[in-house]
């Protein structure tokens, strides 16, 4: 059985910082693409940054204009976690925040519809 559990969210004050962690059970960690959405309220679930698999230790990360700069997503095989480093926080990245994954993929989507498996998701609240 796939599961993924998010950690680290919580309230911080605008120009502060969090880790957000996702950790897998039940599947391989390094054969997926891993990706971060956020859904605030009474808005579409949205693309925050993705990472491709590592089995060539060739990785690729992706980001939204919005964060890029700002955050950063990693990946600890050894650890099956799945990371986003969020720096210079604002008040518009108060959202639920997701991980993912995409089983068939091997390379990171903006879009929702191509991961498969979805954590139950952690509050981030920025303050200003």
């Known amino acids: 059985q796939v599961q993924l559990v998010e950690y680290g969210g919580g309230l911080v004050q605008a120009g502060g910082s969090l880790r957000l962690s996702c950790t897998l059970s039940?599947?391989?960690?390094?054969?997926?693409?891993m990706a971060w959405f956020r859904q605030a309220p009474g808005k579409e679930r949205e693309f925050v940054a993705g990472?491709?698999?590592?089995?060539?230790?060739?990785?690729?990360?992706g980001y939204t204009d919005s964060v890029r700069g700002r955050f950063a997503i990693s990946r600890d095989n050894a650890k099956n976690t799945l990371y986003l480093r969020m720096n210079s926080l604002k008040p518009e990245d108060t959202a639920v925040y997701y991980c993912?994954?995409?089983?068939?993929?091997?390379?990171?989507?903006?879009?929702?519809?191509?991961?498969?498996?979805w954590g139950q998701g952690t509050q981030v609240t920025v303050s200003s």
């Open positions: 039940g599947r391989t960690f390094s054969t997926y693409v």
């Open positions: 990472i491709t698999r590592s089995l060539s230790n060739i990785i690729s990360t």
């Open positions: 993912t994954l995409d089983s068939k993929g091997d390379h990171w989507s903006t879009s929702s519809a191509n991961y498969d498996y």
